[in-house]
């Protein structure tokens, strides 16, 4: 048994953001150092909305994990399963703010990342059995072991609800497409929702029609379907009722996290047991007020800030 509500499963790095916005990289001058990756941040959102959250993942025996482990409990997620490859650098990501909206990546998770080393006798399969809500993502099965061991988490959950996949595809992690497709495809049938953008049901099911991927995650055996439109907010869907929930309008400081913020406030809303379209409603608040903030981790809004921007 344990006391987490949530625990998610996949990639940590300490994003390195600029602070002059609108110039290219080579021209930055200071950059700040925040926590991030898709996987920590969705923990960290759901901590903020007061759920109690643990992130599986791994770092470098380097003075950034020791960062990342201290983050984690500040921002009140346990440390517990974050574990060290002894050979491996914690990854570090910069971020150009030019155009802020969507700001150009640039990774540096070589010769691979320490969370893509996971193995299934680092997984603690007890929280894995019992905890109301299981957080997985496309990137966790780029590259082995960690492949592996997240079809085995899956295949240990057994479909138990609450299992969410976020599809989480960025194409530098995969050597094609197609790896992406059969990889990330094959962890549908395992879980119960699904929430990824248009680029991303494309290359999971096929389509960037939000409707039809809807239609072909749901035929697959998954209860809720979530695709995410950016500026045009998002569908959600489930075998009996779909919503089309419109975006709430922000001025956008930077993109990034605004999808880990729509997550945790998933999470929150799947384990407050809302119908589908508050959910929408809720998370798309979250998400914008990411999106209208520098950083992702430290970002994250709190329920107060979420109910004051719906009230408005």
């Known amino acids: 048994m344990t006391d987490l509500e949530v625990l998610t499963v996949g990639r940590v790095g300490v994003d390195l953001y600029p602070q002059q916005s609108g110039v290219p990289l080579a021209e930055v001058e200071t950059f700040a150092k925040y926590l991030g990756g898709t996987a920590t941040n969705v923990a960290v959102a759901a901590a903020r ?79 894995v059995d019992s905890v109301p809500l299981l957080w997985v993502t496309g990137t966790g099965v780029s590259a082995e072991p960690a492949r592996g061991t997240q079809h085995a988490i899956l295949e240990r959950r057994a479909r138990r609800a609450h299992t969410v996949l976020d599809l989480d595809y960025r194409p530098m992690f995969w050597p094609d497409e197609t790896t992406a497709t059969r990889e990330i495809g094959d962890m549908i049938g395992h879980v119960t929702v699904v929430v990824g953008n248009r680029a991303e049901t494309r290359v999971a099911v096929g389509t960037a029609d939000p409707d039809e991927a809807a239609d072909r995650l749901l035929a697959r055996g998954v209860r809720m379907a979530v695709v995410k439109l950016g500026a045009d907010g998002v569908l959600i869907a489930t075998d009996r009722e779909r919503w089309t929930v419109q975006a709430c309008p922000v001025e956008v400081v930077c993109g990034l996290g605004a999808g880990d913020g729509f997550g945790g406030a998933l999470v929150h809303g799947l384990l407050s047991d809302w119908d589908p379209h508050r959910i929408a409603t809720y998370a798309n608040a979250a998400g914008a007020l990411v999106a209208s903030r520098l950083a992702c981790a430290d970002a994250m809004p709190t329920v107060a800030e979420i109910e004051e921007l719906l009230c408005r």
């Open 49 to 127: 909305l007061g759920r109690r959250s643990g992130v599986l993942t791994k770092v470098g025996p380097d003075g950034f994990g020791g960062y990342v482990r201290t983050a984690l409990e500040r921002f009140g997620v346990t440390a517990r399963y974050v574990g060290t490859a002894a050979d491996l650098l914690t990854p570090v990501v910069f971020c150009e703010l030019t155009p802020p909206a969507d700001p150009p990546l640039l990774f540096y998770r070589a010769p691979i990342a320490p969370d893509l080393t996971l193995t299934p006798d680092e997984v603690p399969w007890d929280v």
